[in-house]
RNA sequence: GCGGAGGUGGCGGAAUGGCAGACGCGCUAGUCUCAGGAGCUAGUGGGCAACCGUAGGGGUUCAAGUCCCCUCCUCCGCACCA
């Protein structure tokens, strides 16, 4: 074939071919297994794909197409996350209406996806921005509605003063906005809560059953933040309230000298005349209002403000200690208010120092003279639990507590319920109606979709109401249950809801009776893979597991586990080692490297440069490694020869499917399953090998040809289509995975390294499955002993170690 | 502070406790040629050598990049969670 690879007819007239053939379209109730594989949403951002898209994506996309040839009825789909403020904030610059901005994005996304050759079945589209999908993302608030799991609440929030909009604790991680980084305010507003806490140990089980990294399941866990403790009533002094609090450490409540309520607690309000320092306290949570989360926890003293005229009861001992205010106790944990046990815990300890409050020692081990004592002990100054240690203690007092009704065992957990709304134009409108008489009224599913109105100035404003608000044709309507005029709720879902179950949606994406058919979901049933980035492990992830335990328990879906397994990618970073991305103005435009490289190039180089998992330090240098490995496969019919098949080149096609069945994707896996898969970079290396193998006998069988196209395509899939076309007449897409002939694998002869003491001295080949009598003579032959063996160590095959 | 990942040639990176550096880039020399960012051949961790080499130091083992202990560095999460 002396005509040259051009991988821009060939691509394009491939990628066509794809398109036209409707070419991966997932079957339903196919006989073959099902596979359900899925990446994803994308955000379509107005600037296209960009390399960390190429990163994520292909290593799935080889995946597809491998479980393809492996004879899996492959679901791959792909969609479109379109709701949100990136779009929304796009089309605020760019002067036009999120929706035309959506189309274009989509359709450049699109193009984009294709020209890498990527197999998704575009049959099943979908967009979160549609009404035909929205409607069920409402529908499913519905429920969740009927069900009691979705309440309106007046309550401190997290808000963006940028964005001008409500965030949850999953969109304001580290006291900044996700999105635009502006810290992010504590305001008071009546907002929609799910009660995602309610679902708390539901998602905990969910973790321990997914199949994923155990550091991430980790980080699922701490956002949970399961914690077992005690509940404890203190009674407070001279007024009839009683102060509530959350301890893992019941074991130390004789050294409990003073109590810190978190300055927005409303015991201020509730103590009136009795808090003798009433503006004092105004005053500083006023102050505290003023600083961010992070300001706040970046303070190094800490501040507070003693309540004058009122103290708290120790249960334990009915001593009166004194309540103070302070910051270092946030109101969204626990109860917002602690006993301070300032012997052992290090917070206490700093607040009771710069207050002069007493410091009681309660567990003897540490000098609590000179700083907090947090370890392990025996209790002292602590009537009945003296002598004990800290777990019997622990157990002792919680009994202690329930027998006299001061306390209970409490789990807590730091999970809060999520506010799930946004003051913002591009969402999902809420399904309810606000009626004077009858509260917040749900329309019917029959109602359903409620239709994002067009407004005349979609911008957020100072007001705190979304622009919906400002429409009044949509906001003015009837209740349903009274037939009164009523408004309808002007917030809409927060960019996440849609989310939360689109690959429910792929199962049936036209399906207008129901979200899906629950037959088709019962066929497909999990997600058998899903990939996508770290930064969705404690956001979507979260979110996704609370619906689909929700839609589990009412009967919905049949399987309670979403996703079985879940693979995170690593970053794409530049030389620098920093993170690439579009605002950091280091990006690297893919359609420049396709129109330079082309994409079965493309492809290989980023699966080749670095661990799928890894962090990938992002470099042209090398793609001409792949370019010159992809020109080789073009000319291999040159090398075409029949017979005269050696064993070696058995074993090298046997090796590579081998080592390309075992790196790609493992059959399948439980939780907890070790897998050594997804090493993308290895398998192309063994493609390159099983080329070097056969260049050294300077030909190649057809059928040996046959099969290495095979192995290749689901990495190159255009080279190997057209190769395949030209010598086979077939098309590859409909071609079966070769199959493994394990008993190739076996070496006639090996190589044996022989060691003298541990150290290498030499090697010899012997035939393989030698015994040791015969290793060892071959070794003794071969390596002349300083003196006579003491001890031989022989591993069969693998290495022979003469200890003199 | 807590948690996690990582540290291997000039570079990207390979190595179920068993030949460190697979594979690729780059580089060197040679070769061919329709002069290209092409192909082919050979070489390429250090050292003249014995030997020495996986951030540094100890240890376990016949055998350690890999397991254990200590130290250093880099990156990434979370962070007053009671």
Redesign the pocket.
């Known amino acids: 074939m002396a005509e040259r690879y051009n991988f821009r007819e060939i691509e394009a007239k491939w990628q066509k071919h794809w398109e036209t053939t409707d070419a991966y379209r997932a079957v339903d109730f196919s006989d073959k297994p099902k596979y359900y594989v899925l990446t994803e949403f994308f955000g379509p951002s107005g600037k296209g794909i960009h390399l960390g898209h190429v990163k994520c994506y292909t290593p799935t996309e080889v995946v597809a197409r491998y479980k393809r040839l492996k004879g899996y009825n492959v679901l791959y789909p792909a969609g479109w996350d379109a709701f949100g403020l990136p779009t929304e904030n796009y089309a605020l610059k760019m002067n036009t209406d999120p929706e035309t901005v959506t189309d274009n994005n989509v359709a450049t996304f699109k193009r984009q996806l294709k020209r890498l050759g990527y197999s998704f079945d575009w049959s099943r589209e979908i967009r979160t921005t549609d009404a035909a999908y929205y409607k069920w993302t409402q529908a499913i608030f519905l429920e969740l509605f009927s069900h009691g799991l979705a309440y309106k609440s007046e309550g401190a929030v997290n808000f963006c003063p940028s964005c001008k909009t409500v965030l949850s604790n999953e969109d304001s991680?580290?006291?900044v906005c996700d999105r635009c980084h502006a810290e992010v305010e504590q305001r008071t507003r009546s907002v929609w809560y799910l009660r995602m806490k309610d679902y708390s140990e539901k998602m905990l089980a969910a973790v321990d059953e997914i199949d994923m990294k155990?550091?991430l399941k980790?980080?699922q866990r701490?956002w949970i933040?399961r914690?077992t403790?005690a509940e404890i009533e203190f009674a407070v002094k001279g007024t009839d309230k009683r102060l509530k609090?959350?301890?893992?450490?019941p074991d130390t409540l004789f050294g409990a000298t003073f109590m810190v309520i978190?300055p927005e607690h409303p015991l201020i309000d509730e103590l009136k005349s009795a808090l003798k320092n009433r503006e004092e306290a105004l005053a500083y949570r006023a102050e505290a209002a003023k600083k961010t989360?992070v300001e706040?926890?970046a303070?190094k003293e800490?501040t507070g403000v003693r309540l004058e005229g009122v103290a708290a009861v120790n249960p334990a001992d009915g001593r009166e200690i004194p309540i103070y205010a302070a910051?270092?106790?946030?109101?969204?944990?626990?109860t917002?208010a602690?006993?301070a046990v300032p012997a052992h815990?290090e917070?206490d300890y700093a607040f009771a120092k710069k207050f002069g409050i007493e410091i009681r020692e309660v567990i003897a081990g540490g000098d609590v003279a000179a700083e907090a004592y947090t370890g392990d002990g025996t209790l002292v100054n602590s009537g009945f639990l003296d002598g004990l240690s800290v777990e019997p203690a622990k157990e002792a007092m919680l009994a202690h507590l329930e027998r006299t009704g001061a306390g209970v065992k409490k789990v807590?957990y730091?999970m809060q319920d999520w506010p799930f709304n946004r003051q913002r134009y591009w969402g999902e409108p809420f399904p309810i109606v606000v009626c004077d008489d009858c509260g917040y009224v749900p329309l019917t599913e029959a109602e359903l979709p409620l239709l994002l109105p067009e407004v005349a100035d979609m911008r957020p404003d100072e007001s705190g109401n979304s622009p919906l608000a400002k429409n009044a044709a949509f906001v003015e309507t009837v209740c349903p249950r009274c037939g009164r005029p009523a408004r309808r709720e002007t917030d809409t879902m927060p960019n996440w809801a849609g989310s939360s179950w689109y690959w429910l949606r792929f199962i049936d994406p036209h399906n207008d009776e129901a979200f899906a058919d629950p037959k088709k979901l019962k066929y497909w049933g999990a997600v058998d893979l899903y990939t996508g980035g770290?930064e969705h492990v404690?956001r979507h992830m979260l979110y996704a597991s609370f619906w689909h335990n929700f839609l589990y328990d009412i009967g919905k879906v049949e399987n309670r586990l979403p996703f079985t397994r879940r693979m995170c990618n690593g970053l794409v970073l530049d030389e620098k080692?920093?993170?690439m991305g579009k605002s950091a103005g280091n990006a690297v435009d893919p359609i420049e490297i396709l129109d330079?490289?082309g994409a079965d190039a493309f492809r290989l180089h980023i699966l080749?440069?670095?661990?799928y998992e890894?962090?990938?330090?992002w470099?042209m240098?090398?793609?001409?490694?792949?370019?010159?490995?992809l020109?080789?496969v073009w000319a291999l019919p040159d090398m075409l020869r029949e017979g005269g098949v050696s064993r070696e080149h058995a074993r090298a096609l046997a090796v590579l499917l081998k080592r390309a069945e075992t790196g790609i994707v493992a059959e399948s896996g439980g939780a907890g399953r070790e897998h050594n898969d997804f090493?993308f970079?290895?398998v192309?290396?063994a493609m390159?090998?099983f080329y070097?193998e056969l260049?050294k006998d300077g030909f190649i069988t057809r059928e040996e040809l046959r099969q290495f196209l095979l192995a290749l395509n689901p990495f190159a899939p255009h080279i190997t289509a057209e190769l395949y076309q030209r010598l086979f007449f077939k098309d590859i897409d409909f071609e079966s995975w070769p199959v493994l002939d394990e008993s190739k694998l076996v070496e006639a002869v090996?190589?044996l390294?022989v060691?003298v003491?541990?150290?290498?001295k030499g090697?010899v080949t012997v035939p393989a499955g030698a015994s040791e009598a015969e290793a060892r003579a071959a070794a003794l032959e071969a390596c002349p002993l300083p003196a006579p063996p003491k001890?031989v160590?022989y591993?069969k095959d693998?290495?022979i170690?003469i200890?003199v």
């Open positions: 991680q580290g006291g155990e550091n980790d980080s701490n933040g914690s403790g609090v959350f301890t893992t450490r978190s989360a706040r926890a303070q800490k910051d270092y106790v946030m109101m969204g944990y626990g917002g602690i006993m815990d917070r807590n730091k770290t404690t080692g920093k993170k330079e490289y080749f440069i670095g661990d890894q962090n990938t330090l470099t240098e090398g793609i001409n490694g792949c370019t010159n490995f020109n080789r090493k970079n290895t192309i290396a390159m090998e070097n260049k090996v190589e390294p060691q003491n541990g150290k290498l090697r001890k160590i591993v693998r290495i170690n200890i």
